[in-house]
């Protein structure tokens, strides 16, 4: 199976594919976010840190803002790549965006997207290809069970401005018992975060 996932997401042509890996254990994060700061164009991707992504659902939701944006226009942000990890933030600060969704020298665990587009065309095999040669870290498939142990919810909770349930303060423990329903719930606060942006300045 390959680990390369090519997605055509609904409402979208389907010659703006979306290509996603998962990596964990991340050896060149700085070397990568240099790539994207010196402008690299084969590093057109957007990176994005897996421990701020609650699910799949999270992270294609983004890339579809992305898109629409792309299509219609309206991009804020230099490409369509930087606009996936900017669409992932509840506020319109593009800079903390980054700092907060990109990768960084720290980054462990690591989600790349890749837009296709007609002027920008990008093949599954050459994603993959140019991916495993430049990523030092274990690929692994891109699904919900394997990014929910890269998760970092009480960061999500602080970034998203969260409350947690009880309103105890500690979070350590409600990950435990009803997992899969706080992770549900957690994803629909966070998707509408994501959507309220630019609402409410």
Do not use: C, W
């Not at 983004?62 to 369509?80: F, G, H, I, T």
């Not at 930087?82 to 965006?97: D, K, Q, T």
């Not at 690929?139 to 998760?151: A, I, K, N």
């Not at 509408?192 to 942006?197: I, P, Y």
């Amino acid at each position: 199976m390959a680990l390369l996932q090519t997605l055509h997401l609904e409402h979208l042509p389907s010659s703006h594919a979306i290509h996603a890996a998962l990596y964990r254990d991340i050896k060149n994060a700085t070397h990568l976010q240099q790539q994207l700061l010196n402008g690299n164009t084969d590093f057109e991707y957007a990176f994005i840190d897996a421990g701020v992504i609650v699910s799949k659902i999270h992270a294609l939701a983004a890339a579809y803002r992305a898109v629409n944006d792309l299509l219609e226009n309206r991009l804020r942000s230099r490409n369509v790549h930087s606009e996936i990890v900017f669409s992932l933030s509840p506020n319109n600060n593009i800079a903390e965006s980054f700092r907060r969704f990109g990768i960084t020298p720290t980054t462990t665990n690591l989600l790349i997207i890749k837009v296709s587009t007609p002027t920008s065309p990008a093949a599954a095999s050459e994603v993959q290809e140019h991916l495993t040669s430049s990523i030092e870290g274990e690929q692994v498939p891109f699904e919900d069970s394997v990014l929910s142990q890269m998760t970092d919810v009480a960061r999500i909770k602080k970034i998203y401005k969260l409350n947690s349930g009880g309103g105890g303060g500690k979070k350590t423990g409600q990950v435990n018992g009803a997992k899969g329903d706080e992770r549900k719930e957690l994803e629909v606060l966070v998707l509408g975060a994501m959507a309220l942006r630019g609402v409410t300045n």
